[in-house]
C-alpha cells in the first residue's frame, strides 16, 4: 500500500464554473481523444459501435434540473473527474502501490504497471472518479493531463490540461490552489468557490464556482424582455424585396 505524502507546495487542480458550463460534453471528448492517440493513459473502449457501448472516460458532465425555492427550475451542467484530493482516500487502500500522490505537485496518477485491477480504489473514492478500462483491465483516472503541462515542447499556451484548452464557454480554469495570488485561487476567492462533500474529509483541491442567482420575479427573467422589446418588433408587417418576391412565389405552388 501507498502512503500520502506530505501536503505538498503546489496542489495543481480544477476549477469548474457551473454557471458558465453549457454542458456540450467538449472537454470530455478533448479528454479521450488526447488520451486515445497514446499519451497519458489510452482509454479502451468496448462495443464501441455497438448495441451497447461502454468504454472509459476520465471526466463526465451529468446535467440536472434544479428547482430554486423561488423562481423557475434551472438545469445545472455538473462536471466530474478526480479532484486530486490532499488526503485521496483511493491512495491508502491500493494493495499494490498503484495509486499514488506526486509530493511535488499534489497530483493523483495510478501506475498501471502495478495495477491489477481490484478496484479497490474506486470502492474508496467518494466522489466515482475512477474508472476501469474494459479492454486493459487496469483502473484509470484523469492525470490532469501531466503529459501536457510539463511538456516544453508544446507552445505555451496549451501546457494545460486539454479539457481546459477546449472548453468554449470558459468554464474550466486551471492552476496552483496552494497559492493565494493564481489566477485559479483569485477565482475561487472572488466566487465563493467551494470543495465538493467535504464531509468525506478527502479534501479535494478542485474547486467548483456556484451558479450565479438569476433576476427573477413574478413576472418574469427582470426587465431584459422590456429593454429588448424594441429590437424584437418586426419592423414590416408583411415582407419587402426578394423575401416578399419569394413569399408570394411560394405561396403559389
Known amino acids: 500500500m501507498t502512503a500520502l505524502p506530505p501536503e505538498p507546495v503546489r496542489k495543481l487542480g480544477l476549477v469548474i464554473d457551473l454557471d458558465t458550463c453549457v454542458g456540450c460534453h467538449a472537454c470530455v471528448i478533448a479528454c479521450k481523444g488526447w488520451n486515445d492517440v497514446a499519451y497519458g ?4 473502449d468496448a462495443d464501441a459501435y455497438g448495441a451497447d457501448p461502454s468504454g472509459a472516460f ?5 446535467s440536472y434540473e434544479v428547482q430554486p425555492p423561488d423562481g423557475p427550475a434551472q438545469h445545472v451542467h455538473f462536471p466530474r473527474s478526480c479532484l486530486h484530493c490532499d488526503s485521496a482516500p483511493c491512495v491508502p487502500v491500493c494493495p499494490t502501490g498503484a495509486s499514488y ?3 511535488e505537485d499534489g497530483i ?3 501506475n498501471e504497471d502495478a495495477c491489477i485491477g481490484c478496484g479497490l480504489c474506486a470502492w474508496a473514492c467518494p466522489y466515482g472518479a475512477r474508472e476501469m478500462d474494459p479492454s486493459a483491465g487496469v483502473m484509470k483516472k484523469c492525470t490532469l493531463c501531466v503529459d501536457r503541462i510539463y511538456n516544453d515542447a508544446l507552445p505555451e499556451q496549451d501546457r494545460e490540461p486539454a479539457c481546459v484548452r477546449t472548453c468554449p464557454s470558459n ?3 486551471f492552476g496552483d490552489l496552494a497559492d493565494p495570488e493564481s489566477a485559479a485561487s483569485q477565482l475561487v476567492e472572488a466566487r465563493g468557490g467551494f470543495a465538493l462533500m467535504p464531509e468525506t474529509g478527502a479534501a479535494p483541491v478542485n474547486r467548483y464556482l456556484p451558479p450565479r442567482e438569476k433576476d427573477w420575479d413574478e413576472t418574469g427573467w427582470g426587465d431584459e424582455t422590456d429593454v429588448l422589446a424594441p429590437w424584437l418588433a418586426p419592423v414590416a408587417e408583411e415582407p419587402q424585396g426578394f423575401l416578399g418576391w419569394l413569399d408570394r412565389t411560394l405561396g403559389k405552388v
Open 41 to 44: 493513459a489510452p482509454l479502451g
Open 58 to 62: 476520465l471526466n463526465r458532465v451529468h
Open 101 to 103: 500522490k506526486r509530493a
Open 108 to 110: 493523483v496518477l495510478v
Open 171 to 173: 468554464a474550466r480554469h
